[in-house]
Every structure is written in structure tokens, then in C-alpha cells.
């Protein structure tokens, strides 16, 4: 049995439960101080490391008995933040053991609270521990370590859906869960569920295997230069289209990304057109937000147009490096594209949304200048 001093997120009792797989009130456990350290932000996440200070003190929470199953769960999720176990005497003279990060793996960044960590990424941290333990046991740490921006981004999309602004008039009927199980989950990941609901006569259907794509939300932006009368758009090679047998692979679309957890959806939007295509944009305009495909898809779109100047000498070649993107640059006069939309050839379905959206509130922008 061992004794873990925790001095970071893993106090935060909701998510100690989820990674342990058991309830904190069968754990002894109790606030102590840890001399000669000091517990700092990280540039690279929203999480703490610990560094040593000699003459400061830490608290923190430490839990005794800790079987060697529990410490397996605890270290298949700290891997992924590349920290070590190792040992510490407590001010109290209690040994315990901690999780101390590999030497250069984070840049401190400033004091870390906990009660502020609690506001802005306990929810979100613990819907992605969730997801992270469900692996335990069958996928490598290591493959957890890869994805885990990927997971963390599905816990956000998570808590966006409870405030979707659609509904109206829709059954607020019963629905149950019967089974539900992840057998891929990388970029994206794929839930088989099993599932009864109500039908619109009040009864329940009998046990219905349906499969969702599970995605992250992301912000579609339709950059848009009013006084010019013109738009970008953004080609890359996608995958759908190689997925489907497509001859056409390199497509048009509007400036698009997935909206990174604790970012506003404005925020993407400005962040992905400075990335896709060197953009800044003026002002925002909202274009509503949906389902991709709700039958088979958790995708969800927050739809903008930007008003933003175009000019012709844009450099066409853009995309992050660091996520191998290869994007081109197309600028084009409004009416150019609303003849492909009207010729059926925006086989996007946001930039055919965001062109005939435009098509209703350009005048109204052209008039804002």
C-alpha cells in the first residue's frame, strides 16, 4: 500500500474519483504541507507542475493505502502530462510519494489556484478523464498522451451542447442508454450504442443499435470584404472525399478549425483565419450555428462571416506547420460565388450555407461602411 501527496489537479475530489474508480469517501484522506517547493502554472496547458523553493511550502492533499491497482490508474493518467512518481517527507513527517514532472518537460507560467482551475477546467478535465480511463487497461498510455488535445477538445464540444440555442417545438420525449461502447478513438472517435426512445405515440421503441461519429465542435468563418464585394476561400486536400472515392480530394471551403477548450467560438474564428490565411478581421457577423448531420455526426458548427479587407496580393499559401496543413488561398468577387452555389459546385455544406447567408445580409453589410 502506498501514500500519494497530490498537490495539483488530482485535489479537485470529483476528478480524483473518476481516475481512482472509486469514491473519495471511502479514502483516508487530509490536507498537509509539503516544505521547500512551490506549485506553478505551465505555459503548455492548464494544469500545475512543482518545481523546488527553498523556504516555501505547498499544501496539498494526501491519501494513504493506495493499492497497486489504484497507483496503475493514477500513473496511466498522469502519463499523460509526463510526470514521474517519486518519493517526499511531508512536514507532518508523514513519506508519501509524488508526481513530479520530467525535468524541462514544462515552462512555469506564473502562480496555479486551485479554486480558478475548478471554475475554468474542472468540468471539462473531468469529462476528459472519463474518456481517458475508459481506456485503461486496453489502450496504451502512450496513444492516450497523443490524443489527449483531441479529447479534451470532445469535452468542451460536451459542454457547448447544453447551451445549443435550438429546440423549439421539438418532444422533449424519454430515451435510454442501454450499452455504449468505444471501440476507435483517436482524431476522432466512433460510439456503438445501443438505445430505446419515445415515439411521437408515447410508447418505446424496442432496443435500436444505432453508431455516431464523434467529433469536436468547431467555428466556420466566410471571410468577406464589403467594400470590395469579395471573398476567400480556403483548398486543402480532405479526406471525406478520398474516404468516398471522390475524384475531386482538393476542396473549397470556408476558413474552418476545431474551437480549442476554454476558447470562445469568436476567438477561433479570428484564430483559424490568422492561421488558414493571415487574416485579421474587423468585426464578426453571426451566421447561426447546426448539426453537420445529426443522424450519424456530432459535428456542430458556429457559422460566421468576416469582414475583413482582401487584398489582391494576399499570399495564397498558408496552414500550421506544426499540424502539416497545406492550404491554398482563392480570392473571388461574391457574385463568382454565388454562380458556383447556384451551379451546384460549394460541395461544402457551410460554404453553401455562408453564401446564400450572405446573399440575405450583404446589402446590410455593404451599408455598415
Known sequence: MVNLFFYGTLRHHQ???????????????????LSNYIVMAVAEG?????????????TGTIVRGLSEHEIARLTYYEAGFDYDLLPVKLVNGEEAKIY?????????DGP????????????ITCLAASEVMDGFGTIPSSQVAQWFGRIRARAASTINAQSSKHGTGTLNGRFEILERCRPYSKFFAV????LCHETFSGDMTPPLQRAVFVASDAAVVLPYDPIEDRVLLV?????????????????????????????????AAHREAFEEAGLHFNQLESAGECYASPGSSTDFFYLFVGLCHLPENLSNIGGCD?????????????????AMAEASETAS?????????????RERLRRLL
Not at 247 to 261: C, L, S, T
Not at 349 to 361: D, E, F, Q, V
Open 15 to 33: 476528478l480524483l474519483e473518476i481516475v481512482l474508480g472509486r469514491s473519495v469517501a471511502t479514502l483516508n484522506i487530509s490536507d498537509v504541507s
Open 100 to 108: 513530479f514532472p520530467t525535468t524541462g518537460a514544462w515552462t512555469p
Open 235 to 267: 483548398e486543402q486536400i480532405r479526406i471525406g472525399p478520398i474516404g468516398r472515392k471522390d475524384p475531386v480530394v482538393w476542396q473549397m471551403e470556408p476558413v474552418a478549425g476545431v474551437i480549442d477548450p476554454g476558447e470562445t467560438t469568436e476567438e
Open 191 to 194: 460510439d456503438d450504442i445501443k
Open 322 to 338: 506544426y499540424e502539416n496543413e497545406d492550404i491554398r488561398s482563392h480570392i473571388m468577387a461574391y457574385s463568382d460565388l454565388l
Open 46 to 58: 492548464p494544469f500545475p507542475m512543482i518545481s523546488a523553493s527553498p523556504g516555501s511550502y505547498v
Open 112 to 123: 496555479w489556484d486551485l479554486s480558478d482551475w475548478m471554475f475554468k477546467w474542472g468540468q
Open 349 to 361: 455544406a457551410p460554404l453553401t450555407l455562408l453564401t446564400y447567408w450572405l446573399a440575405h445580409h
